[in-house]
């Protein structure tokens, strides 16, 4: 709210310049200096002074619009204010307004008017009566010149009509302007007064001049010119020009009434500026003291209303939160009690706060802890609300799945947009659905780290819907199981069967040798049958413990980048000189990328691959054997892909739940642990490998591989939809 200074301050201004535009408009020599900038000056000075009532007026309405505790009081009491000024204000505006027009129309009369301009005729016809009559003069003298022609004839002369006519000078001059002779009457003048163009101009066509000019020291003098002819033939015309002295009784009166009419005629000029000048400054005037009521009736309310806008403001920060608001005290009446009895209760209420900050401070403390825990666990946490919707994940999670998983999205949604996470959201999504309070599954999936088994564990905490999710990736333990137990097996193995073999052959060897020359006929036929069948046996129970040794033994590999394409073309080069009469054909992408692996193991896993392709060929019409290449986009991770497709029988429904178990084979000869073999080396390299396969339609075993190898003990596995799908 602006203080009373400045309006003040502006008002007196106000007043000032008006006063000097008043007195600009009276006096013409002022107001041709000053006028213009005056009104400038007021003009500003009115629009500051609106815009200061405006500024009044607007505060007050956005304290009415903001409902600020007094503003309806201060607003009634201004309107009261501006009524009683206004009214009386308005009246003796409108007679002040009145008067003063009237008043200065009565200055300009129409007799006056006809008074000054039968002055200036009656001062112009008496002017041009002495003119007249200098002319009449000088034309006789320059009849007396116009028979001399000799210099030394023409300056007597001159001095004669100089002294005749009481001229101050007296010069002859050609028409040209130059000088011929001259007499003065006043000793003070040294030089000829020289006639300007205009004199030389109307003198040279035969005219007279008159005219009156002023003279330094004071007063008018006189300047008449007339031509002088040549009483010879040929010569041309001269002038004569004459400086008078104009008596200073007709220069003084002239002066008078030239003088008055100029100011009369400036007055007339300045009638409407004047009356403007008037009028405005009684405009302002109400202006001002309009502004000092209205200001005046702002700055009472505001005192007597100024408590209950403190308890307002008091109010307004509590709602903010700010405890700490004290009120003035300056009253012991009941506004005072009020707001003393404010303060007390915003003293109480930041203690309160105080204290609720703290334990704040405490909760948070225990949440950083918490995260601080979470954050560095190995286990993977999620925490979902009861729409199912992620609120919080550690970064194990990304660790773990590979991938980073949007907040405040649910469960199938995330599965939706991460489809090789599908199983893992699947799976808390459905226990979330049926709102079971603890589970705990098994998942298997298929991450940028290849196959990975997962224990997962959820939770519905209690008093509330949200639930926490705990999930750990055990695809390492049950790699290292699985490879101790199959260790044991094949020390087992080597053991019990192995070891006794070799002595079982050596006996059945030496009974052969040393009893067949003994034996005739069908006794020498039977143990020759019979010690064979034994060794024969022995040597093949002696290849299968070795081949089952061999695939539970732990694979050392050695990792580089490998061409797969070059390494098909080599590997199935090797069998197409088989007789069989096989037909083999490619479709390999030429852009696939180089992948890291082992070339020695993926060379294994081809000779299985093309060995079962060629045994399954064995009683087909025109066999033949498909291989192609190709590069995989499965959610975040980029995979190549194999295919190995053959038109054989097809495998056996039957065979299909047990296809990569070891000993699991439908030939009549085999160890059937072929492709147990592919399976453990594809997931060693991080792959994943299955079987398609309809009777009568052929087997197509499809390998996928990352392009990036993370570590060389994780394990891949494909779920295939269908009965005729093996996953591995």
Do not use: C
């Amino acid at each position: 709210m602006l203080g009373p200074v400045p309006a003040v301050v502006l008002s007196l201004l106000l007043l000032f310049t008006l006063f000097l535009l008043t007195s600009a408009a009276q006096h013409a020599k002022l107001s041709g200096e000053f006028y213009s900038a005056l009104l400038g000056v007021n003009i500003l000075g009115i629009l500051a002074l609106s815009i200061l009532i405006a500024v009044n007026l607007l505060r007050l309405y956005r304290q009415l619009r903001a409902k600020v505790l007094g503003s309806r009081l201060t607003l009634r009491m201004v309107a009261m204010f501006v009524l009683l000024v206004l009214a009386p204000l308005t009246v003796v505006y409108h007679f002040s307004v009145q008067f003063l027009s009237k008043g200065v129309d009565s200055w300009f009369d129409v007799k006056i008017d006809n008074a000054v301009d039968d002055a200036l005729l009656l001062g112009a016809t008496t002017l041009e009566a002495i003119k007249q009559e200098g002319v009449d003069q000088l034309v006789e003298g320059a009849r007396r010149l116009e028979s001399v022609s000799n210099t030394f004839e023409i300056i007597p002369l001159l001095n004669e009509l100089s002294d005749e006519g009481g001229y101050l000078e007296l010069t002859m001059y050609t028409q040209e302007g130059r000088f011929i002779a001259s007499s003065y009457g006043d000793e003070q003048f040294l030089l000829p007064s020289i006639p300007d163009e205009r004199v030389l101009s109307q003198t040279s066509r035969g005219q007279e001049y008159a005219g009156l000019e002023p003279i330094s020291g004071g007063g008018q003098q006189l300047r008449i010119a007339v031509p002088v002819g040549s009483a010879v033939m040929g010569e041309p015309n001269r002038i004569l020009q004459a400086l008078q002295l104009l008596p200073s009784r007709y220069a003084e009166l002239a002066d008078s009434v030239e003088s008055v009419s100029a100011q009369y005629k400036q007055m007339i000029f300045f009638r409407g500026p004047l009356k403007f000048s008037l009028i405005l400054t009684l405009t302002l005037v109400a202006l001002v003291a309009t502004l000092l009521a209205v200001w005046a009736a702002i700055f009472i309310s505001r005192r007597i209303t100024a408590p209950l806008r403190d308890l307002a403001e008091g109010t307004r920060a509590v709602a903010a939160g700010d405890y700490q608001k004290e009120l003035p005290v300056n009253s012991t009446d009941e506004l005072g009690v009020l707001v003393q009895s404010f303060n007390e209760m915003t003293q109480k209420i930041n203690q309160a706060q105080s204290r609720a900050r703290r334990s704040q401070k405490e909760a948070e403390n225990q949440r950083t802890y918490l995260e601080t825990v979470l954050e560095h666990l190995s286990s993977g946490v999620m925490s979902f609300d009861d729409n199912h919707k992620l609120r919080t994940a550690n970064s194990a999670v990304v660790q773990i799945l590979g991938a980073g998983i949007k907040r405040g999205l649910t469960a199938n949604r995330i599965g939706e947009e991460h489809p090789n996470l599908d199983p893992l959201f699947s799976v808390i999504g459905e226990s979330m659905t049926r709102r079971l309070t603890e589970w705990q599954n098994e998942v298997t999936i298929f991450g940028s780290h290849g196959r990975q088994v997962l224990i997962l564990r959820g939770t519905k905490l209690t008093g509330r819907g949200d639930y926490v999710v705990v999930f750990d990736d055990i695809t390492d333990l049950i790699q290292a199981q699985r490879d101790a137990a199959w260790g044991e097996v094949a020390r087992r193995l080597a053991h019990e069967i192995k070891n006794p073999l070799t002595p079982i052959q050596l006996s059945a060897e030496r009974i052969r040798r040393k009893y067949l020359g003994l034996l005739t006929g069908a006794d020498r036929a039977t143990l020759d049958r019979a010690t064979r069948t034994i060794v024969q046996q022995v040597e093949s129970m002696e290849e299968m413990v070795n081949a089952f040794s061999s695939y539970a033994q732990p694979v050392r590999m050695e990792l580089k980048e490998v061409n797969l394409n070059n390494l098909i073309t080599d590997v199935s080069e090797l069998y197409k000189r088989d007789d069989r009469g096989i037909g083999f054909s490619y479709d390999l992408d030429t852009q696939l990328p180089r992948i890291t692996a082992d070339a020695g193991r993926l060379r294994q896993v081809l000779n299985n691959l093309l060995i079962n392709a060629q045994d399954a060929l064995v009683n087909t019409e025109a066999p033949a054997i498909v291989l192609s290449t190709r590069t995989v986009e499965t959610g975040d991770n980029s995979y190549v892909e194999l295919v190995v497709r053959d038109n054989g029988p097809g495998i056996p429904e039957e065979m299909m739940s047990k296809l990569f178990e070891p000993y699991a084979t439908s030939k009549e000869k085999g160890t059937g642990l072929g492709l147990a073999i592919v399976k453990r080396i594809v997931e060693e390299h991080g792959g994943g490998v299955w079987v398609d396969s309809r009777p009568g339609e052929g087997t197509r075993t499809t390998i996928r591989l990352p392009q990036t190898n993370h570590r060389s003990n994780s394990v891949t596995e494909f779920a295939k939809v269908g009965s005729t799908g093996e996953k591995a």
